[in-house]
């Protein structure tokens, strides 16, 4: 189609682009008409006034605004704890600078901070992990984004199941669970 509106000029390109929806050998929706006077409801026989004044077309409700769903890669620290307590093995992921690792982290955790993917693969996830198995990274939490950054590079690496804990190492911690030095 934006080949097509290429070809017949650059002003009809611009409208192609901006209005991918429709091509321009098709024929664009026509207004459905709009009654002016609707048709009044039927009459009450009950004796109660009608909900609707004559003449005025009855309210129409807003269509209801769907929930934005929670997403499901975002975990908090109770699946993290029943992932880590199940039957099947957990990577579990600290995307901290090493310096943060050392001081502390969740028992179990490899350290891969953004920085290590800047060579290319580390060693670490060909050497200590598996593409068959979840991977649950995490940073500081709050507003850190190096462990989004990290499950990110996971994906593009072959993980299929990579989760992010949302509250991190500072979650962890507040919440009194163990930690590993």
Request: hydrophobic share 40%.
């Amino acid at each position: 189609m934006i080949a097509r509106a290429l070809l017949q000029g650059g002003c009809i390109a611009a409208v192609a682009l901006v209005n991918p929806l429709r091509t321009w050998d098709s024929e664009a929706p026509r207004p459905q008409p709009v009654p002016v006077n609707p048709p009044a409801p039927p009459a009450d026989t009950t004796g109660t006034a009608p909900t609707v004044p004559q003449g005025q077309p009855p309210a129409v409700p807003a269509p209801a605004v769907p929930a934005v769903p929670r997403d499901d890669r975002m975990i908090t620290l109770e699946r993290l704890k029943e992932m880590l307590a199940g039957a099947v093995p957990v990577q579990v992921v600290d995307a901290r600078e090493p310096h943060e690792f050392e001081q502390g982290r969740i028992p179990g955790a490899i350290n891969l901070p953004p920085s290590a993917f800047s060579g290319g693969i580390p060693d670490a996830v060909n050497q200590r992990m598996s593409r068959d198995l979840a991977a649950v990274v995490y940073c500081s939490g709050g507003n850190c984004d190096a462990s989004k950054s990290v499950a990110m590079r996971l994906k593009d690496m072959g993980f299929s199941q990579v989760f992010v804990y949302e509250d991190g190492y500072t979650g962890w911690t507040k919440a009194g669970e163990a930690v590993e030095k």
